[in-house]
Structures are given as structure tokens and as C-alpha cells.
């Protein structure tokens, strides 16, 4: 394959979560008096870690969410994904070719350790990834779309920015990843394309990738 490490995104990538967790974060901010969308969730904050909510909410409404909001969103996500989170379509798939084909990979996630790992615990896809192969916006200052996160998990993988190649399916997981010097492939199950500009290579199918990196 023509790179030397695969970094997945997490959310909608690997597992499909981001539905479940727009849905609960639009209703629980709307529960606080800032109403959103569904639609307007997945717009302002997928991809994103949660301090870009805490930001854009003091932004718009110079009132600041309550200290426990992480707590009790995280609490509400959990006890979802245990009932509704499922593996995106094709993905282990994807891990299968990979380690045929002796290619490291590792997730950089803008999702807590804890999240990430409640996602894979459920979906089974912990099988596929050490502990060393995890990392989190909580590893870096600075979440996406910032490069932080990936040239972290780069430079903790031993290779270098220009040998890697990100899959990413949120415009702010693109910007970090193009940041980072890096090539990115755009999954466009969830985000329309047009909104993924910047991309190397644009895909809608998780059973596609393999073929594109070869």
C-alpha cells in the first residue's frame, strides 16, 4: 500500500455514532434553553471536541453550559451507544485488509479515551486496536481542526506526516488533517461532499477504501 500509516477519525468512521450523539447533544442543549437541531448539531460540532460547544454556546449566548455538562452528556451517550451503536458498515473490513497486508493504523479521535473506548468495547472493534494505537484530543492542547492531534499520533507512531494518510468524514477532521501536511480521504456516508473540499480522495463506502490505498 502507498502509505506507511492509516489514521482513522473515529465518530462515523469507525463506529457509527454520530447520530446517536447529534441527536442526544441537540436535545440536551435545547433542554437547556439553546435550541438546535438536529441538523444544526451536526453542522456546528461534528467532529469536534467538546470544548467547541462550551465555545460556540458562550459565543452566540454569553452564558456559559454548567460544569456537569460533559458529565451528563457523556452519561447519556454511553448508556445510548449501549442500547444503539453499531460498527460502521465495511469497517472491519477494512482493519482485516490492513493487517493482512501488515499496514500500521491507529484512531485520532476529537472523543474522549473513555468514549472511544465505550465505542469499541460495544461494537467489538477493541479486538482491532491496542491501547497504544489509541489517541484523544485529551492527549493534545488543541483539538481539531488544528494538526495537533494527528501529528501527535504520528510522531508516536514513528512515521512521518507525508507517509500517512487520515480518513476523516467531518470538514474539521479535513482541516487537521491537510494542516498536518498529511493526505486525507474524505467518507461521505453522513457529510455531503461539497463540504469536505481540501480532500485527496473522496469515497461514500468504507468498503471502497482498501482499493484506494493500494
Partial sequence: MRYDLVIFDNDGVLVDSEP???????????????PTSY???????????????HDLVEERT?????????????????AAFERELKPVAGSVDVLERLV????????????????????????????????????????????????DLFLYAAERMGVAPERCVVVEDSPLG?????????????????????????????FGDMRELPGLLV
Fill in 174 to 202: 479535513v482541516r487537521a488533517g491537510v494542516a498536518a501536511g498529511m493526505d486525507v480521504y474524505g467518507f461521505t456516508a453522513m457529510t455531503p461532499a461539497e463540504r469536505l473540499g481540501g480532500v485527496t480522495q473522496l
Fill in 62 to 78: 454569553g452564558q456559559r453550559l454548567p460544569d456537569d455538562f460533559d458529565d451528563v452528556f457523556h452519561a447519556r451517550v454511553f
Fill in 100 to 147: 493482512a497486508h501488515g499496514v500500521p493504523y491507529c484512531v485520532a479521535s476529537s472523543g474522549s479515551h473513555q468514549r472511544i473506548r465505550v465505542g469499541h468495547r460495544t461494537t467489538g472493534l477493541d479486538e482491532w486496536f491496542e491501547e497504544e494505537w489509541v489517541f484523544s484530543s485529551e492527549d493534545v492542547g488543541r483539538g481539531k481542526p488544528a494538526p
Fill in 39 to 53: 441538523e444544526e448539531s451536526l453542522r456546528d460540532y461534528m467532529g469536534a471536541a467538546m470544548h467547541r460547544v
Fill in 20 to 34: 446517536i450523539s447529534n441527536r442526544l447533544l441537540a436535545g440536551y442543549l435545547t433542554e437547556l434553553g439553546h
